[in-house]
Nanobody, 122 residues
C-alpha cells in the first residue's frame, strides 16, 4: 500500500515562504513511474489540486491561484516531491496533501496521508 508523508507546514505571515516535502513509500512500480501531485483543503471547502509534475519532470501543472508563486519539484533519488511556496497569501491557508495521480497528472489521487497545515496570518 503506497504511503505519503507530508511535512514542512507552519505559520507564516503574508509574503512569506514555506517549503513542503512529500516522502513517498511503497509505490508498486517505483517512484519514477508516478506523477505526484499536491492538493489542499481549506476549512469548509473541498480539496483542490494545487500542483502536479509529470513523470518526465519536464511538465508541471498549477492551479491558477498559485501560478508564479509555487514551484513543484521532485528528487527521484530521494523519492520525494517538494512544493516551494513563495509570496504566501491568507487564502493559501489549508491542509496540504500529496499523493499519486497515477501515470500522468489527472487531477485525482489516492491514497491520502495526514497532510501538513499551512497557516498564513496577518
Amino acid at each position: 500500500q503506497p504511503k505519503f508523508v507530508e511535512s514542512g507546514g507552519g505559520l507564516v505571515q503574508p509574503g512569506g515562504s514555506l517549503r513542503l516535502s512529500c516522502a513517498t513509500f511503497g509505490l508498486p512500480l517505483g517512484f519514477d513511474y508516478y506523477a505526484i501531485g499536491w492538493f489542499r483543503q481549506a476549512p469548509g471547502k473541498e480539496r483542490e489540486g494545487v500542483a502536479c509534475m509529470e513523470i518526465s519532470g519536464d511538465t508541471t501543472h498549477y492551479h491558477d491561484s498559485v501560478k508564479g508563486r509555487f514551484t513543484i519539484s521532485r528528487d527521484n533519488a530521494r523519492q520525494t516531491v517538494y512544493l516551494q511556496m513563495d509570496n504566501l497569501k491568507p487564502e493559501d491557508t489549508a491542509v496540504y496533501f500529496c499523493t499519486s495521480e497515477g501515470y500522468y497528472c489527472s487531477g485525482y489521487g489516492s491514497p491520502w496521508g495526514q497532510g501538513t497545515q499551512v497557516t498564513v496570518y496577518s
